[in-house]
Structure formats: C-alpha cells, structure tokens
C-alpha cells in the first residue's frame, strides 16, 4: 500500500497474489487477465479480496482465457 501525501492510497495485486489465491495451475497470462478482470469488474462496494481474486481464477481457467 502506498500514500500519496495523505489524499489516496494505491494497494497492488501482483500476480503472485492471484497465484497464491488459486490452489490449481494457472498461468502467467492467465494470473494478468483475473488482474485485468478484477481492475475492471470488482464490486466497489466489496472491494479487492482473496475472495474475489479466486473467484475470477476460476472463471478464467474455466474458460482457459489467456
């Protein structure tokens, strides 16, 4: 997490992370499309979570989306 002087905060998500949220294989170019897809789709009012980042996973390797 970083601080830009106190007026927002930037937390990133690495595709380690993404990874490391998903037990099964899963591949470099895939872990970047769940970021892509969380970026783009998460929920504001939930947030970015390990729920969320397993929940892409899934789709994206259900898909074989690379």
């Not at 690495?14 to 892509?36: G, K, N, W, Y």
Request: a negative charge; hydrophobic letters at 35%; glycine letters at 6%.
């Amino acid at each position: 997490m970083s601080n830009n002087c106190g007026d927002s905060i930037s937390i990133t998500w690495h595709i380690d992370d993404v990874r490391m949220a998903f037990d099964s294989p899963i591949t470099d170019d895939q872990c970047r499309e769940v970021l892509a897809r969380v970026d783009k789709w998460h929920d504001c009012n939930i947030g970015v979570n390990w729920d969320v980042i397993r929940s892409y996973a899934e789709l994206v390797t259900e898909e074989g989306g690379e």
